[in-house]
Structure formats: C-alpha cells, structure tokens
C-alpha cells in the first residue's frame, strides 16, 4: 500500500505560479484561457496532480474582479470571459476583495518558485507604466491644457472674435 500525502501548496499559490510561468514563457500574450493555466498547473505538478479544486480557483476564486465566492483572492484578473492574466496593482477589483493576497508568500512557494516573486514585481510595474502610456483616456490628460495659456483667457475669446459681424 502507497502512503499518500497531502500537497502541502495552496491552490491559490499553484495558480499563480502557473500562470505566472505561463506569461513568464509567452510576454507576447496578454492573457491566457482558463484551459491554459488548468493544463500549465497539472504540468508543473506542484501538488502531484490535478487537484480538483483547481478549476474553481481560476474560474472564481482567484480573480479579483469577480465577486468572492466564498474565496476573496487578488491572484488572477478575468480580461473578458473565460481568459485571465496575473493581477496587477492598480487594476480594478470587487469592493469585497479589499486587502486579499495577491502573491504567494515567498514562505509557502515550493523550492525553485521564488524568482517568480521577483519577476512579478517588475513585470507588474512595467504592464502598469505601459498601460498608463497606451491608455486613451490618459492620453487626453495634456490636451486640456489652455490653447491661451501665453494670454488672458478674454484676450484669446476677443481675438478669435476677431473679424465677426
């Protein structure tokens, strides 16, 4: 008889390094299929096999701007139905996840993860400073600058009515 024993990785935490790998592996892609990051996790084996909470966790769980149920986890943000990427600070989540994890703590990752921490954190600033730079609406933020910023504002409305009967 085989002695089996328990994972000692949360689900949570083996979704996030999943994904993590996944986008670790493919910078070119945005997102991923919730297929994608099930499939990754059962190929890194972090818990010896599929476990079959893991489909939950990606789905609901994990993804911050879904309504907790019952799990509460920042790991995952849901980018249009049935894909996902990692959670970045800044993006917009539901009121009831207010201060959930977003990372593993470094304590619980297995031997071999921890670098991951590390690529997150300037993976995460750079897609934010990106986003910030292609967001249109940020974008706009100079356009409103005063077109009569070198005179008086009645200055410029007199000069542009210049000429009109």
């Given at each position: ?78 980018t249009n139905p049935g894909r996902r990427r990692l959670f970045r600070k800044g993006d917009p989540y ?72």
């Amino acid at each position: 008889m085989r002695a089996t024993t328990k994972p000692t990785i949360k689900v949570a935490d083996e979704v996030w390094i999943a994904t993590a790998l996944l986008h670790r592996e493919h910078p070119e892609r945005d997102d991923f299929s919730i297929e994608e990051i099930v499939q990754r996790a059962a190929k890194e084996s972090l818990a010896n096999g599929n476990r079959p909470g893991l489909y939950v966790h990606v789905v609901q769980h994990c993804v911050a701007n879904r309504a907790p149920n019952p799990g509460r986890y920042r790991m995952l943000f849901e980018t249009n139905p049935g894909r996902r990427r990692l959670f970045r600070k800044g993006d917009p989540y539901h009121a009831a996840r207010e201060g959930a994890k977003i990372t593993p703590n470094r304590e619980d990752m297995p031997y071999g993860y921890h670098g991951l921490l590390s690529w997150y954190e300037e993976w995460s600033a750079e897609r934010a400073r990106s986003a910030s730079r292609q967001d249109p609406l940020l974008a706009l933020a100079d356009l409103g600058a005063s077109p009569w910023a070198d005179e008086d504002a009645d200055e410029y409305v007199r000069r542009l009515r210049e000429g009109w009967e």
